[in-house]
């Protein structure tokens, strides 16, 4: 079965930046949108960006202007670069595929310290 693999998360302090990066242990046909998503302690899992297979993307408001998503079709790795990180953006990222069916990443902790 093919799973996400995710990478990049840490900790860092406020104004620092990460990169998360995500790719398929396997080949997963007719990808259309790669996304980043991400849930904080007793907060509802959110999106934070998207990306079509034409390049298309997608920002939550909170990361606009912060966060860059971006994708290699050829490797079907999406990356999320954020800078500017914020105390608010702690959370554990999950990466999702959607295809004709749907796939998580494990998830990675980001840890913004003020």
């Known amino acids: 079965q093919v799973q996400l693999v995710e990478s990049g998360g840490g900790l860092v302090q406020a104004g620092g930046s990460l990169r998360l990066s995500c790719a398929p242990s396997?080949?997963?046909?007719?990808?259309?949108?790669m996304g980043w998503y991400r849930q904080a302690p007793g907060k509802q899992r959110e999106l934070v960006a998207a990306i079509t297979r034409g390049g298309s993307t997608n920002y939550a408001d909170s990361v606009k202007g912060r966060f860059t998503i971006s994708r290699d079709n050829a490797k079907n790795t999406v990356y999320l670069q954020m800078n500017s990180l914020k105390p608010e953006d702690t959370a554990v990222y999950y990466c999702?595929?959607?295809?004709?069916?749907?796939?998580w990443g494990q998830g990675t902790q980001v840890t913004v310290s003020s």
């Open positions: 396997g080949i997963i046909f007719s990808i259309n949108a």
């Open positions: 999702n595929v959607a295809a004709r069916y749907d796939y």
